[in-house]
C-alpha cells in the first residue's frame, strides 16, 4: 500500500481539495463522498483540476494568456514524478502513483480545454465533436475508472462511451447557454 510522505500535509490538501469541491455546489461532492478515504481525495483533486483547467478557459482574457495558463498546467502535470507544488498537483502526484494514472489523459482534458478557450466551436463536424467528448470527458472518465480500481482496456472503452453519452447529454441540456456565448456544439451532420 502507497503511504504518502507527509500525512499531515496530505491530510491538510486533502481537506483543501474537499472544501473546493464543495464549494463549487455539484452532486459531486456528495456521489464521491461515499468512496474509501484515499480514492475520495483523489476523485476530488482530478475534479479540481478539471475545475481550474476549465475556469482558464473560460475566463476573460486573451487567448495567448489562456494558452499560457493551460501550458502551465501540461508542464504541471509533466513535473508530477517529481512531486508536486500545490494540494491539488501534490495529490494528483499521489493519485498517480496509487491508481497507475496516465498522463495523456491529464493532457487531453487541457487539450479539451484549450478548443474551449480558442475560436468558438460552431457546428463542428462529427470528428471534431468526438475528439472535444474524448478529450473533455472521456479522459476524466478514464482518470476515474483507474481510481474505481478499473484498469483494462475494457474499463477504458466503457469510460469513452460513458464520457462521450454524458458530455453529448450536457450538450444538449446547455444548447441555449452555449448559443448565448457563441458556441454551438451541435454537430453539422
Known sequence: MFIP?????FADDAATVAAATRAAGT????????LPAPRRTAMYAIYT?????????DEEAPLAAKREGLDAWRRRIDALPEGGDDPVTRLLRDASLRYALRREDFHAIIDGME????????????AVLDLYCDRVASAVGRLSIRVFGE????GDRVAHHLGRALQLTNILRDVGEDAARGRIYLPRE
Not at 115 to 126: E, F, L, T, V, W
Not at 151 to 154: G, I, K, M, R
Open 5 to 9: 510522505a507527509n500525512a499531515a500535509r
Open 27 to 34: 452532486s459531486f461532492y456528495r456521489g464521491m463522498s461515499v
Open 49 to 57: 483540476f478539471c475545475r481550474i483547467v476549465d475556469d482558464i478557459a
Open 115 to 126: 478548443m474551449d478557450a480558442g475560436k468558438p466551436i460552431i457546428a463542428p463536424d462529427m
Open 151 to 154: 484498469v483494462s482496456a475494457q
